[in-house]
T-cell receptor, first 114, second 112 residues
C-alpha cells in the first residue's frame, strides 16, 4: 500500500501564474482534504472533497479550487498566484464515515512563488 | 472560531531530559485531539490521538494528556534523544466538522 501520494514534490512558479497539485489517496479512502502550511506555521484547512464535490471549505479565496475524480484522486488548483501562496501543500485522505484517527497525510508539495 | 496555540515555540534540550510541550485550544467542543511530528520539509506523522472522552494516551516514551474543560493538552517526552528533534504539532477536530485545526507547532532540538 503506497499510502497517500502527492505530485510534484517541488514546484516553482511566478506571480500571476496558475498551478495544479495532485493527490492520490490511500487505498480504500474516498475523502480527500487539502491543507496549506506556510513556513513556520501550522497547516490550515483549505477544503475537503468526497463524492466528487467540495463538502467543506476553510477561509481561502476563490482562487483556490479543487476537483475530485471518480477514482477518488484529487487536484488543487490555484490561480493568479501571489508571493504569499508559497507554502507546503498537504493532502490528507480518509474513509468517509471513519474518524479522523484514520486520516493519513501525504508528504506534501512545496510551492515556491517568485 | 477555534484557535490553537502551542508553548513554547522552540525548545533546545540536552539528550536524556524529560520535557513537556503544551497545547491550548479555545473551544472545548472537540471530537478529538492529535499530536503530530513533522520533520523539516516533510509531511505529518501522527503520534498520539486522544478522543474527547479520554484523559490520556501513551505510546513508548510519549504520553499525551487532555483536559477538555480547560482547553489544554500536554505532550510529555521521556528520556529525549537526538532523533526526537522535529516540530511537534497539536491539532483538534471540532464536533462541527471533520477538518483539523492546527497549532503553530513547537520546534524541538535535542542536543547529543
Amino acid at each position: 500500500d503506497a499510502g497517500v501520494t502527492q505530485s510534484p514534490t517541488h514546484l516553482i512558479k511566478t506571480r500571476g501564474q496558475q498551478v495544479t497539485l495532485r493527490c492520490s489517496p490511500k487505498s480504500g479512502h474516498d475523502t480527500v482534504s487539502w491543507y496549506q502550511q506556510a513556513l513556520g506555521q501550522g497547516p490550515q484547512f483549505i477544503f475537503q472533497y468526497y463524492e466528487e464535490e467540495e463538502r467543506q471549505r476553510g477561509n481561502f479565496p476563490d482562487r483556490f479550487s479543487g476537483h475530485q475524480f471518480p477514482n477518488y484522486s484529487s487536484e488543487l488548483n490555484v490561480n493568479a498566484l501571489l508571493l504569499g501562496d508559497s507554502a507546503l501543500y498537504l493532502c490528507a485522505s480518509r474513509q468517509r464515515g471513519a474518524g479522523t484517527d484514520t486520516q493519513y497525510f501525504g508528504p506534501g508539495t512545496r510551492l515556491t512563488v517568485l | 472560531k477555534q484557535e490553537v496555540t502551542q508553548i513554547p515555540a522552540a525548545l533546545s534540550v540536552p539528550e536524556g531530559e524529560n520535557l513537556v510541550l503544551n497545547c491550548s485550544f479555545t473551544d472545548s467542543a472537540i471530537y478529538n485531539l492529535q499530536w503530530f511530528r513533522q520533520d523539516p520539509g516533510k509531511g505529518l506523522t501522527s503520534l498520539l490521538l486522544i478522543q474527547s472522552s479520554q484523559r490520556e494516551q501513551t505510546s513508548g516514551r510519549l504520553n499525551a494528556s487532555l483536559d477538555k474543560s480547560s482547553g489544554r493538552s500536554t505532550l510529555y517526552i521521556a528520556a529525549s534523544q537526538p532523533g526526537d528533534s522535529a516540530t511537534y504539532l497539536c491539532a483538534v477536530v471540532s464536533i462541527y466538522g471533520q477538518n483539523f485545526v492546527f497549532g503553530p507547532g513547537t520546534r524541538l532540538s535535542v542536543l547529543p
